[in-house]
């Protein structure tokens, strides 16, 4: 999308001068009109000179350096960044008069920073650092290079990790020691921490079934291409697979589904096909790469990572140090990092693409790495044709990728933890990872000796800036900003309908009245109306507003006999569906995957939490056991990707 096309669909001045306005004015008389008009001036001749990079691109460097500035990584220097300094300063005359309440003249942190001006400046500098603009040709051949680049890489590591493997066989049987004596961390060696992460992941995965599983399919693309209900009619599953995972247990509904079906089983392939690399938008950084996989690998990867995420989140061991649903817990140990300084935030570059196949051998019991191994793609198709053997366990696009990394990491960090403290200070959200900050130089260490790479820009060790799950904090106070990414359009589109409406209420809470009012009035021009919030309320059943004038609410109306309500007619998404007749068997084999399956996992949550809570009465948990809910689930009912529309409805 060029420019032009942008101005078009929503005047990114009008933005960003309404936020400059609401920052600027938050100071009274202490910077005046004038300062705000000549700063409005100077963003938008360097947009119109640099075009929107320097929106998605320029401002959001500036941000970096401001976040190691403010972390006391590195002192700010604008002039390295393409800014002109304030004289005698390394400080920038853009927005100066809020970067002199943060850092002294040299760059550095101020003693006592004004964390409004902290705030507001994050604000405007990552305002568009995520606009999903389309990439370039340059930018996609970028990310496939840098794939390629890590897969030589992992080459040497997993070299270097097959070596290792045979040394601890040797140390294990050399030496007998307790995995949780007090020791200093940096004592241990490689060897030792292998040892002790096994251990873990032993005591973690002991009574754990791999075969105890309920297949489904993902909603994802599959490197197959069957869609829908395609998916349920099998025309190859690999011979890899169906070693460990029978065909008749995991792939029918029942062995009457096996029989009615043998003559097809004659002409069954069991191929493995590999997988195959997509590249779906991001940003205006560039795209993001996923792996889409073939249809029989997802189907089992489905139910066998679903089941780690419920065994993780509910072992003693795990539940308080690994999370996969939840990111409160992070973005809480972030928030009081930056207030003490006792917890450091670390985030890693390429996570999912650096956990190497041997690196998983290493670590996990033999019984879980059989089934881990034997539902994993060992190889990709590139765009161009190219069939890439994989040294990763599972790039993204797997549903093990995430909960197998996750456990990674936390193997390795708690096995070379100094002590039970630190252990139990431990958090791990993907690759998001919290640790005690006198054990964060050691924790940086011990992931890159197995291959993974921290992204030092991103980790937080030192000041009282911390990041985390999608929590920016400041010495104990949030200061993370709304990050547009949804590209406007003046055509009615459900995406922006909801995610404008988001930010416009996002910018309401941080008290940035100028912008919600510009965006606002951008959607009434669009949609005309649109219903308001209902206070006392927390979530409302369709996209609201906080504030809406009388003119623009929604006005037709009706009173609902049955639930004794009034009700609007109001715009809602609705995603598209279709029916689909595909033989009996195999609507019941969907049936069993999708319906039964997902009523299965919810019981087990409830009966887990049943037996955990001492305030659970055994009738019931005798009540859940046998809870059977009516489901408006329908076998021949398919909702189609990226086909939703609005519509309106009545609320």
């Known amino acids: 999308m060029y420019l032009m096309d942008i101005e078009k669909r929503l005047d990114k001045y009008k933005l960003i001068a309404a936020l400059i306005t609401d920052v600027y004015s938050s100071y009274g008389s202490v910077i005046n009109t004038r300062t705000r008009r000549l700063t409005l001036q100077k963003v938008i001749r360097r947009t119109e000179t640099e075009g929107i990079g320097f929106l998605t691109k320029t401002l959001p460097r500036l941000g970096k350096a401001l976040d190691k500035a403010l972390s006391e990584e590195l002192p700010l220097n604008c002039v390295e960044l393409g800014f002109k300094p304030q004289p005698g300063t390394k400080l920038p005359k853009l927005f100066g008069e809020l ?38 040709d340059e930018q996609e051949q970028q990310v496939l290079s840098k794939f390629e680049r890590t897969e030589q890489e992992l080459e040497t590591i997993s070299a270097r990790l097959r070596q290792l493997g ?56 599959v ?12 025309n190859n599953i690999s011979a890899k697979i169906t070693r460990v995972y029978p065909l008749d247990e995991f792939f029918f509904a029942s062995l009457g589904h096996v029989c009615d079906r043998l003559e097809d089983l004659t ?28 249809v029989d690998y997802q189907w089992v990867q489905q139910g066998l990572g679903n089941a780690l995420v419920r065994l993780t989140e509910t072992h003693e061991l795990t539940k308080f140090n690994v999370f996969f649903t939840d990111q409160v817990p992070n973005q809480i140990a972030a928030l009081f990092g930056s207030e003490t300084k006792r917890y450091a935030t670390l985030d890693l570059n390429e996570a999912s693409d650096r956990v190497s196949l041997e690196l998983v051998r ?11 191994e034997s539902c994993r793609s060992s190889s990709t198709v590139m765009p161009d044709g190219l069939v890439l053997p994989l040294q990763k366990f599972a790039p993204m696009g797997s549903c093990l990728c995430f909960p197998i990394m996750a456990l990674t990491l936390w193997a390795i960090l708690t096995a070379a933890a100094p002590d039970t403290d630190t252990r139990e ?39 009282r800036f911390r990041e985390s799950c999608g929590m920016d904090a400041f010495n104990g106070i949030p200061v993370t900003p709304v990050r547009l990414r949804t590209v406007w359009s003046e055509s009615p589109s459900p995406d922006v309908y909801t995610s404008w409406i988001a930010y416009a209420n996002s910018f309401y809470d941080r008290q940035y009245f100028t912008v919600y009012e510009e965006i606002v009035e951008a959607l009434f021009r669009v949609y005309r109306e649109i219903p308001m919030k209902v206070k006392g309320r927390k979530h409302d059943p369709y996209p609201s507003l906080v504030e809406v004038p009388e003119k623009h609410l929604p006005r037709t109306s009706r009173w609902n006999k049955h639930l004794q309500r009034r009700e609007f007619k109001v715009w809602v998404v609705k995603a ?26 919810e019981l087990e949550i409830k009966r887990d939490q049943a037996i955990s809570s001492s305030d659970r009465s055994t009738r019931e948990y005798e009540d859940w056991r046998y809870y059977n809910p009516e489901s408006a689930f329908s076998v021949r009912s398919y909702t189609r990707r990226d086909t939703s529309m609005l519509v309106k409805r009545w609320r």
């Open 425 to 463: 200070s431990i958090h791990v959200y993907g690759d998001d990872v919290i640790v005690p900050t006198a054990y964060a130089e050691n924790a940086m260490n011990q992931l890159e000796s197995f291959g993974l790479k921290v992204n030092h820009d991103k980790s937080c060790t030192k000041g």
């Open 362 to 372: 290493l670590l996990f019991p033999s019984h879980v790495y059989t089934y881990l």
């Open 267 to 294: 002409s069954l392939k069991h191929e493995d096909l590999p997988a195959r690399v997509c590249l779906v938008p991001k940003d205006s950084r560039g795209p993001r790469l996923i792996s889409c996989e073939p």
């Open 223 to 234: 490197a197959t291409k069957q869609q829908l209900a395609g998916k349920y009619v099998w």
């Open 99 to 136: 970067f002199n309440r943060v850092l002294h003249q040299d760059g550095t942190i101020l003693p006592d920073p004004c964390v409004n001006s902290i705030k507001h400046l994050r604000q405007l500098l990552y305002l568009y650092y995520k606009y999903e603009l389309p990439y370039s």
């Open 576 to 601: 598209s569906s279709t029916d689909i007749e595909i033989d009996g068997w195999s609507m019941l084999l969907r049936y069993f995957a999708e319906a039964v399956g997902s009523q299965n996992r």
């Open 166 to 221: 045979d040394d601890v066989a040797e140390y294990t049987t050399s030496t007998r020691r307790s995995p949780y004596r007090q020791i200093d961390a940096r004592a241990k060696d490689q060897k030792e921490v292998v040892r002790e992460a096994r251990i873990l992941l032993s005591r973690l995965l002991a009574f754990f079934d791999p075969k105890d599983i309920f297949p489904r399919h993902g909603p994802g693309a």
